[in-house]
């Protein structure tokens, strides 16, 4: 397995683009409306918000995967379509739009909307935008880059990645671009992620793949605990690569899971790393858990506290709010067992041993927490469960960003 | 019933003094030793934190309390005495000391700490304290007023109230203290809370009213999320009221919860304004539930999400973001059935009905939430539980406070 470059267009057969055509008013520089599109028909699998409180364009993806099949994804940001009147109604003329162009049917066009809750999406913008939109699909670097940006709502940077393996003899390539900032938690947050692969695979198989790696990957990582109506995470797979189809949990399968599992664990990484005026991306390992569930809970509820999110922000090594959000995650442990250490590139520091403070050099410890990327490094004593979970810290530019967000 | 005023110091037999001993260390301005002393012993009740990692002095307070009875409270800020070493004895050393000075049993003292968690408290500075405190001890408002302030940690204002009510044709009176800020959490979260009554009640009773109290009180409040290692809510009853002892859940007995829940709702309430870094408190009403419980969790998931708090800072009227954490509350609801509303003294503005955004006058909206106190108010059509519960905006201060407390 290898990291490539070209994003949603890595694999075979597939185009994309992205342009403004007005949902977001404030700047006609922010592009707002992408397409991506296969050459063929493709096996594809969705995994949703968990919210109860779901946008449109959700039950209209839902729908339109009932076949297991889909030809296109059509993604707006600047509007997110949930609590808005006409929501379904519009989430459908997007998907009519789009297939009029392409000239498949609009239950092969799978549709994602993310931004404000609650006003009217701008449907003309978007109905004007598409026959604008699909001249320009095609198959490169720039292509990916464009369609990733118009996913874009209070992201910093894309996210883009794609990666390279060998499935049954041949070369099978995937890849993605995800958009994500506030509202990420575990079990799905505002994050939008579209992957594209050219491995043959059948719906049934893709479907269980996906979930299987959005659990290690994308509901594993928290920005701020809220959950959003619109996060969904889709996978088009069209079969271009030439091999076999998979359609059981074979080698080829674990093959195949291997590869996504990378792919979407770095995409789910770039978005912590993203949260919304984030400065640090934490990493929190969790080994000697009982078990791996165990391990899960204590990495999760570390990686959401705001007390500990507030001191990385201060590079503070304040190692007692870590074993405090463990306290509170409702597991039981025994926190005399509990060893923390904080680690960067600089370098690793203990400062708790069997749930008691060590004498530690604090100025190592800030330069240690003052890195890009920090891990908090847990051992429990109870077993052997582990568990890697992503979060970030939390800034004046967090609030600053959601204080007025709307408006 | 009616609002008095003497705090902790307002029922009869009860003296306080608070001074600075040099737990904290910055500043000698800072009070950080605390004592309240009953004349005569007491039926005395707590509740504690449910985080499993628990600071010293709540294994030293519970087992103190086996007994039901009591006689004083020691108390210091600026050091949690929490995953430190020698904990449990220098708990029991603080115990001792106040016990020496006021000539009681060590076990007739309850005992607690609030601060930085896993340093070694000065227990020197403690016991040479003590007894430079004991002859402070006075009734009088400025007595309760100089406790108040020295179990302030990052508190902005002191949390004081006090009640008068008639118990059994007896006047009854009932006071405390309280510090909250950060860590404020349904199941009690960094909050100290000492009450003090001259009710005669079985020790039976004021545990049962103790525990019906901070259902209602103290667990409806949230300022961060995380809940602490240290968190107490202690109650003394010294029966000099004369009233006919209550023993049984009578009259009498709900006469007091109910001055007990107008007490602690009051000292709740500026706990959560108080949150660290706070300029709004926010109340969130939610009415028509299936029941109380629902209402209860959906108004939780609403005060502790950090967009919608962030929202409320910013004075903007996102209430999409009410329905989104009403949505990711675990409870089920149909959102095609809610309305929302924002409420302060300057007015009540409908933003949503039925699931939907209401067309609304955003410069009312604006002057609504600009207001020190405001309410989201929802109504969810689905039967006749309600529930209020209380929170606060997360600012640039509680990020400020928080980045670089330990230091």
Redesign the interface.
């Known amino acids: 397995m290898k990291e490539i470059t070209g994003g949603v267009c890595a694999a075979q057969g597939f185009r994309a683009a992205g342009i403004h055509v007005g949902v977001k008013t404030h700047n006609v520089n922010k592009k707002d409306l992408a397409l991506i599109v296969s050459d063929v028909d493709c096996a594809a699998a969705a995994v949703f918000t968990?919210?109860?409180?779901?946008a449109a364009p959700i039950h209209v993806t839902k729908a339109h995967l009932t076949d297991g099949k889909a030809r296109a994804v059509i993604a707006n940001s600047g509007n997110?379509n949930?609590?808005?009147?006409q929501g379904e109604e519009n989430a459908q003329r997007m998907c009519a739009a789009a297939a009029a162009a392409i000239g498949c049917k609009a239950e092969d066009v799978l549709v994602c909307s993310t931004g404000?809750?609650?006003?009217t999406i701008k449907i003309n913008v978007i109905e004007e935008g598409v026959p604008k939109l699909y001249p320009l699909l095609e198959r490169s670097e720039a292509a990916s880059d464009a369609a990733a940006h118009a996913i874009m709502t209070t992201d910093t940077v894309k996210k883009e990645a794609a990666v390279e393996t060998t499935v049954g003899g041949k070369t099978v390539r995937m890849g993605g671009i995800a958009k994500g900032s506030?509202?990420i938690?575990p079990n799905m947050g505002t994050m939008l992620c579209f992957l594209t692969t050219d491995c043959a695979i059948s719906p049934e198989m893709i479907h269980e793949a996906l979930l299987e790696t959005a659990k290690v990957s994308f509901n594993r990582i928290s920005v701020?605990?809220?959950?959003?109506?619109n996060d969904t995470c889709l996978v088009l797979a069209n079969g271009l690569a030439g091999n076999a189809e998979i359609t059981e949990k074979n080698d080829d399968y674990y093959a195949f899971l291997d590869a996504l599992k990378t792919l979407c664990v770095k995409l789910a990484r770039m978005m912590a790393k993203d949260g919304e005026g984030a400065k640090h991306l934490i990493t929190c390992t969790v080994t000697g858990a009982r078990d791996e569930a165990q391990a899960e809970t204590i990495a999760k509820s570390v990686i959401?506290?705001?007390?500990t999110k507030?001191?990385i922000?201060?590079c503070?090594?304040?190692?007692?709010?870590v074993?405090?959000?463990?306290?509170?995650?409702g597991?039981?442990?025994d926190?005399e067992k509990v060893d923390v250490a904080f680690a960067s590139s600089v370098g690793t520091i203990s400062v708790?041993e069997k749930?008691?403070?060590l004498d530690f050099d604090?100025d190592l410890a800030k330069k240690i927490l003052t890195e890009d990327e920090v891990t908090i490094a847990i051992t429990m004593g109870e077993g052997s469960g582990s568990c890697t979970c992503w979060g970030c810290d939390?800034?004046?530019d967090?609030?600053?960003?959601?204080?007025?967000?709307?408006?």
């Not at 701020?224 to 109506?229: A, C, F, V």
């Open positions: 968990t919210n109860v409180v779901k997110a949930a609590c808005a009147p404000v809750i609650g006003q506030g509202m938690h701020d605990g809220d959950t959003s109506t959401s506290s705001t007390l507030a001191a922000f201060g503070d090594a304040n190692w007692g709010r074993l405090c959000a463990m306290g509170y995650s597991e039981q442990f926190p708790c749930g008691r403070g604090e939390i800034t004046y967090y609030i600053k960003i959601n204080g007025d967000y709307r408006t």
